[in-house]
């Protein structure tokens, strides 16, 4: 990261003392790095242990003359390649969504014309409450990028979400926004995401209920970790993922074709929603209504994906190929027998029998010949990332 500028806000939690790893495992990659400590954060770490990390002066008033002689706030939030808020604290978060600038750190970032990626440290409530989600939406939608927060035990004696990312998960996120090569570099990745839809006539067609989140997530993460990422989508409303090739199809023919053009890769993942059959036979015009009469039809049955790609030989499948089972109950049975009926390397089994397909949130248990590995509920986001994680390793373990 030699050339590279990192200002790093540290916001008052007691996470904050995860900020001076961070800040080390930057200096030791050759970036330079400045620190603005919050009020707050000056509770849990002080200016001196930042400033002999850092090797710069420590940036805490925003009406410090001294400090604005030798570079003003405007120049501070526009000097980094990357602003990093770490621990990105729920009134940090408040405060950023809303555009209030009432001390050196709201300011510079309500300035900043610089990428920012926050970090969020908090009380598994505080995370949980609908207005830090409303205040995470509204980050997110400006473009600002998230890391975290991870799940287990707290300072204050709860377990959950909210715990801030460690260290050097947020300098891999810190990477990958930065250009820098991340662990999946050179590593070419195929992921479908989606529904598709199975025309009936010219304007009637059969889909299903699946947004699209799951499998954009899933892509985004990768690309973050520097991954090339063919994203193969059916149709959906929601934003393309960054950093990917986006690949648009309709019907499971297509999404058939365009896997098998994409192809060789390293890994498949298969998280698309593909309709089982299609109507044989569309009709070329709109079906008109006939009284006391019922249209029927004819179902063939689509291209089995998942399983045609399991089956290549060894020297053209995939060395991960990974699908989903969605289900309805009997979850982990049907998911079981599907993953031997598909010989996929990993499943990942989910419940939608609620609002999984169409909501932000989902629970996985991920089946391998290994084993099964239960993950708790999280978002879909938070799921991305963990197989991210999982990829990883298992791409460089011998």
């Known amino acids: 990261m030699n050339g590279n500028s990192i200002t790093i806000i540290i916001g008052g939690g007691i996470a904050a003392y995860k900020s001076l790893e961070l800040i080390r495992l930057f200096k030791k990659a050759g970036a330079r790095v400045r620190a603005v400590l919050t009020r707050a954060g000056a509770e849990f770490v002080t200016p001196l242990s930042v400033s002999a990390l850092t090797g710069e002066p420590v940036f805490e008033d925003l009406f410090n003359l001294d400090d604005e ?34 001390d050196l750190a709201t300011t510079l970032l309500l300035a900043t014309d610089t990428p920012v990626l926050i970090a969020p440290a908090m009380n598994v409530r505080m995370w949980e409450h609908i207005a830090t989600k409303r205040n995470l939406a ?38 990958a926004a930065l250009g820098v090569p991340g662990p999946l570099d050179g590593k070419y990745i195929v992921v479908t995401s989606g529904p598709t839809h199975e025309p009936i006539d010219p304007v009637r067609y059969i889909a299903n209920r699946s947004s699209g989140r799951q499998g954009a997530a899933i892509a985004e993460a990768l690309a973050r970790r520097g991954a090339q990422v063919s994203y193969i989508t059916g149709p959906v409303s929601i934003p393309a993922p960054k950093g990917v090739d986006v690949i648009k199809v309709e019907t499971a023919a297509q999404m058939f074709d365009a896997v098998n053009n994409s192809l060789p890769a390293d890994v498949t993942i298969f998280a698309a929603a593909v309709a089982d059959w299609r109507v044989d036979g569309a009709g070329a015009s709109k079906i008109k ?18 399983a045609s790609i399991s089956a290549l030989p060894k020297k053209q499948r995939p060395k991960l190929v990974i699908g989903f089972a969605a289900e309805t109950d009997h979850v982990l049975e049907n998911a079981r027998a599907k993953k031997k009926r598909k010989n996929c390397d990993w499943l990942l089994a989910n419940d939608v029998s609620g609002d999984v397909m169409g909501g932000t949130n989902n629970q996985i248990t991920l089946i391998s010949d290994s084993g099964e590995e239960s993950w708790p509920m999280m978002s879909k986001n938070d799921v991305a990332n963990r197989l991210a994680e999982k990829i990883m390793k298992a791409l460089t373990t011998p």
């Open 69 to 102: 002689a030798k570079m003003g706030h405007i120049q501070l939030s526009r000097a980094a390649d990357l602003i990093i808020v770490a621990p990105a604290t729920a009134d940090l978060m408040a405060k950023m969504a809303n555009g209030l600038a009432n």
């Open 138 to 175: 509204t980050l997110r939608a400006d473009g600002i990028m998230t890391v975290g927060p991870d799940e287990g035990d707290m300072a204050c004696g709860e377990f959950g979400f909210g715990r801030m990312a460690e260290p050097d998960a947020i300098f891999e996120a810190a990477k």
């Open 289 to 306: 209504k006939q009284k006391g009469e019922l249209p029927t039809f004819t179902f063939a049955e689509n291209p089995d994906i998942l």
